[in-house]
């Protein structure tokens, strides 16, 4: 049997999928020794070097595989995503601001980038990027927690309010943890 690039990947899934991840990367690299241009095999490293923890790594192939691909909003959110992990912030707010102008509905790279900015302390900024992905994703509480937080940072505390009562309706806990957050149970009621 001819092996292919695509047979390599195939087998780092099925390997990767039993947690065989060193045998995975081994793999993906016999994939882009034969082809290195093999886009599958160079992000699937990105996904497995960030899943080991070695983001560095995955930043390089999603680097990599932005060259094969440079208008894919999914490798740019990915790219931000493993650069915000090893707190490069400003690389990532820039990777997520491409993904969002290659497709506005990425609700994840609004989050990530609102992520992203609050830890440069822009909040203002971060609170638009976090209020476009609680519109893209009403019920992701984890979007709204954050929205909350940077209302609460930038002492908007109706909007925080409005940020509690909202999480209380589908995600209670998510609104206890908000009102404990913020230090302030007097100032937000949740039902």
Same mark, same amino acid.
């Given at each position: 049997?001819?092996?292919?690039?695509?047979? *390599?990947? @195939?087998?780092? &899934?099925?390997?990767?999928?039993?947690?065989?991840?060193?045998?995975?990367?081994?793999?993906?690299? =016999?994939? #882009?020794?034969?082809?290195?241009?093999?886009l599958r095999a160079v992000?699937?490293?990105?996904?497995?070097?960030?899943? %080991?923890?070695? *983001? *560095? %790594?995955?930043?390089?192939?999603?680097?990599?595989?932005?060259?094969?691909?440079?208008?894919?909003?999914?490798?740019?959110? $990915?790219?931000?995503?493993?650069? *915000?992990?090893? $707190?490069?912030?400003?690389?990532?707010?820039?990777?997520?601001?491409?993904?969002?102008?290659?497709?506005? /509905?990425?609700?994840?790279?609004?989050y990530g980038m609102g992520?992203?900015?609050?830890?440069?302390?822009?909040? =203002?900024?971060?609170? @638009?990027?976090?209020?476009?992905?609680?519109?893209?994703?009403?019920?992701?509480?984890? +979007?709204?927690?954050?929205?909350?937080?940077?209302?609460?940072? #930038?002492? &908007?505390?109706?909007?925080?309010?409005?940020?509690?009562?909202? %999480?209380?309706?589908?995600?209670? /806990?998510?609104? #206890?943890? #908000?009102?404990?957050?913020?230090?302030?149970? =007097? +100032?937000? /009621?949740?039902?």
């Amino acid at each position: 049997m001819k092996s292919t690039p695509w047979w *390599h990947y @195939q087998r780092s &899934r099925l390997l990767a999928l039993f947690k065989r991840n060193e045998q995975a990367v081994a793999e993906l690299q =016999e994939a #882009l020794r034969i082809d290195p241009s093999y886009l599958r095999a160079v992000s699937g490293l990105g996904f497995l070097y960030g899943s %080991l923890g070695r *983001h *560095h %790594l995955a930043a390089v192939q999603f680097q990599n595989a932005l060259t094969l691909k440079p208008d894919d909003p999914v490798l740019l959110f $990915n790219l931000g995503y493993v650069l *915000h992990l090893q $707190n490069q912030y400003e690389a990532s707010v820039r990777a997520f601001s491409e993904a969002v102008l290659l497709n506005p /509905k990425i609700d994840r790279a609004w989050y990530g980038m609102g992520l992203a900015l609050a830890s440069l302390g822009r909040y =203002e900024e971060a609170a @638009q990027a976090l209020e476009r992905a609680s519109e893209l994703q009403p019920m992701n509480g984890h +979007a709204w927690y954050e929205l909350g937080m940077a209302y609460f940072t #930038l002492n &908007r505390r109706d909007k925080l309010a409005e940020v509690v009562a909202h %999480l209380d309706r589908f995600d209670p /806990k998510m609104a #206890l943890h #908000l009102t404990r957050a913020t230090g302030k149970p =007097e +100032a937000v /009621k949740v039902s």
